[in-house]
């Protein structure tokens, strides 16, 4: 099969003049695992019409006004990638003969530097990096040829990235219009250990539906994650606006009018954050003060009201609040099974008895700790964080039954006991091996 030059149809990213509008190219938008069905949601709501769910992504058909919204203002995706090239690859050699064929010098210009990242799966070549290495040959021969000049490889802030994706031997060659991966949202500069990623904390809040409607509560705030993702969620402030850059601007394509529009619409758009609506909880001074050098990155610092607690001694109460907590887990050798039982507990506890009315979000990372909360989740989302599965649980708290008096300890007493008799007994081998054995930690 004749190879057309993928990068040619760049070019066609000018009105076209069969269709109304302009035209519109395939586009694949990752994303991670279970969130599909949201960044599908996300982009539907950002006036995308041609989307389509995948594994790990969505397929969607976008202008160059639609791509530039969708990387400025998705908080669910990973990367926004242009397919270039699909072709049958079974050998590094075959990889390399088709990739050098193309005409590179349309998409790179003198000067600019270059980055390429591979995954590769179920295929004849099983090394990433040497798929990696390979297609880079391929692109910088190609260019050398055409126009004398070799770009430079940058790993951190390349102009132009390229994707290989490799399954079953068919290969994928893809452009990068984000800035390489777009949970890196700008402002976090200091961590906790096992922060969550900005996309997945706005998942959380996406599943949660909440939209800056009622105070937003997060027990265990770490860095802010949270709290900025929040914030950014009630003020309309989209996702890319901390953000240097948003990767699409060294492209040949770029157009600079067009993406001046786009920003000033949703920057026009955005508003102020009212005051104690977002509440971030945290027991470590180190947290708190990672969470307050990354609201001071955003116009929230003052908006934003900080306990340094632990949150079972907080007084409360809660109500008609939305909480999240990303409780600590297994991170540290002396977190036993034990330990983190009893954590749990008195978080089902402390939501029971001090929100009435609220729904909470919790991360609960096994089955056996989400017993300990005491009430049924409502619904899951299952996302990965870092190499731990962990499941999202809801909960809709009831409100205080007027017929009944508040004597939580004594109905929370006689629940502990029924609940003890069930299903401590029977699981005591299984809590000792487990605690024997610390878990994996979160990737960092
Ligand atoms: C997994 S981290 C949260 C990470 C956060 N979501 C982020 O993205 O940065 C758990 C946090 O819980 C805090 N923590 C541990 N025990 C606590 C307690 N009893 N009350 C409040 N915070 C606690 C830790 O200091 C840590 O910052």
Redo the contacts with the bound molecule.
């Keep these: 099969m004749p190879i057309a030059d993928p990068l040619s149809v760049l070019e066609d990213t000018q009105p076209d003049a069969e269709r109304k509008g302009p035209a519109r190219h395939a586009f694949f938008i990752s994303t991670p695992r279970n969130l599909e069905p949201l960044l599908e949601e996300e982009l539907r709501e950002l006036g995308i019409v041609d989307v389509k769910q995948v594994y790990l992504g969505v397929e969607a058909k976008l202008s160059r006004e639609e791509v530039y919204r969708v990387v400025y203002a998705s908080r669910l995706a990973s990367r926004v990638l242009r397919p270039l090239a699909t072709f049958p690859c079974r050998n590094p050699d075959e990889l390399y003969e088709h990739a050098v064929k193309f005409n590179w010098a349309r998409i790179l210009k003198e000067g600019q530097t270059l980055k390429v990242s591979a995954s590769v799966s179920d295929s004849a070549i099983t090394h990433s990096q040497y798929a990696a290495l390979k297609l880079k040959d391929a692109v910088v021969d190609s260019l050398r040829e055409r126009t004398g000049a070799r770009p430079s490889i940058d790993r951190e802030t390349p102009d132009v990235r390229l994707d290989l994706f490799l399954r079953h031997d068919q290969a994928t060659i893809s452009l990068y219009y984000s800035d390489g991966i777009m949970h890196r949202r700008g402002y976090r500069i200091q ?6 990623k900005e996309n997945l ?1 706005a998942a959380v809040l996406l599943f949660s539906k909440w939209k800056g409607d009622r105070p937003l509560v ?9 709290l900025i993702e929040g914030a950014m969620i009630a003020t309309h402030t989209p996702a890319g606006f901390f953000r240097e850059t948003q990767g699409f601007e060294t492209l040949p394509d770029f157009s600079e009018s067009l993406w001046a529009k786009v920003k000033h619409e949703f920057t026009k758009a955005i508003l102020p954050l009212p005051k104690g609506l977002i509440t971030g ?4 001074a ?2 708190m003060a ?1 969470t307050r050098a990354n609201l001071a990155r955003t116009p929230w610092l003052d908006a934003v009201k900080l306990t340094q ?4 001694k907080l007084e409360g109460p809660y109500p008609d609040r939305t909480i999240v907590a ?4 297994g ?1 540290r050798l002396e977190d036993t099974q034990e330990g983190l039982q009893e ?1 749990y507990k008195s978080l089902g506890q402390f939501l029971k008895t001090k929100c009435p009315d609220s729904k909470a979000y919790v991360l609960i990372p096994d089955k056996e700790l989400e017993k300990e909360i005491w009430f049924k989740p409502e619904r899951r989302l299952v996302i990965d964080n870092g190499a731990l599965e962990v499941s999202v649980a809801e909960y809709s708290i009831l409100p205080p039954r007027e017929d009944a008096p508040a004597r939580p300890d004594k109905a929370d007493k006689a629940e502990k006991t029924e609940k003890a008799e069930k299903v401590e007994k029977p699981a005591k081998s299984e809590k000792a091996e487990k605690a024997a054995k610390p878990k994996t930690p979160p990737e960092k």
Excluded at 191 to 196: E, N, S
Excluded at 281 to 284: H, Q, T
Excluded at 326 to 329: G, I
């Design positions: 961590a906790v250990d096992a922060p969550l904390a997060d027990l265990f705030c770490g860095s802010g994650t949270f909880v945290d027991i470590s180190r947290a990672a607690k632990d949150f079972a990303n409780p600590p887990y991170v954590f």
